[in-house]
């Protein structure tokens, strides 16, 4: 109870029962499966625009496939997270787990914004460049 006249405050122990713990587990891997066919599919169709059309620029390309790339990241870093969640043991992790994600995602997507910028830039100079 008390140590040298301190009064000590234990946090209490938080978990998530098992019951909902296997609930959200499955829920969580069905969110995944369904993000995975996703992917795919939108692979799969950026694939026949590009067959279907031979005359896309390439920056066009650059950045249709930058863009899907970021959404993918970014998705799969969300998943992550959310089964990062799941496994926590205590709130302090959980505190943890948030603050390392958002910090995460804020890097990630100043580089994806500086990316986009500069992949803009050189579709845009592409655009006007004479045809020969």
Not at 90 to 101: A, F, G, K, N, Q
């Amino acid at each position: 109870m008390s140590d040298n006249g301190r009064d000590h405050f234990e946090i209490p122990k938080f978990e998530i029962p098992k019951d909902m713990r296997s609930m959200a587990e499955a829920s969580f891997d069905q969110a995944r499966k369904a993000f995975e066919q996703f992917v795919t599919n939108a692979k799969d169709t950026a694939g026949k625009i590009e067959e279907r059309n031979a005359e896309m620029r390439a920056g066009a390309k650059d950045l249709s496939a930058k863009a899907l790339s970021y959404a993918e990241k970014n998705v799969q870093s969300s998943l992550d997270y959310a089964e990062a969640l799941l496994k926590a043991k205590d709130l302090s992790e959980v505190m943890r787990l948030h603050s390392e994600y958002v910090q995460g995602q804020m890097r990630s997507l100043a580089e994806q914004a500086s990316e986009m910028g500069q992949a803009v830039s050189r579709a845009a100079m592409d655009a006007v460049k004479p045809k020969n």
